[in-house]
């Protein structure tokens, strides 16, 4: 058995769009944003880390 963590982001000054500067990767239907080496996905109000 494995335990997935759900890792929340949230970032009051920042909000990941396709021009906001990180790279974007497409992945399982959603789009990831790569940010300080790791990825991470818009969920809700805040962002999963992936």
């Known amino acids: ?3 997935q963590t759900h890792a929340q982001h949230t ?3 920042h909000t990941h769009a396709a ?3 990180h790279e ?4 399982d239907g ?9 990825r991470h996905a818009e969920h809700d ?3 999963d880390e992936h």
């Open 30 to 38: 959603h789009v990831d944003y790569v940010h300080d080496g790791h």
């Open 11 to 13: 970032h009051a000054d």
């Open 19 to 21: 021009d906001c500067g």
């Open 1 to 3: 058995m494995s335990t």
């Open 45 to 47: 109000d805040h962002y």
């Open 24 to 27: 974007v990767i497409e992945h």
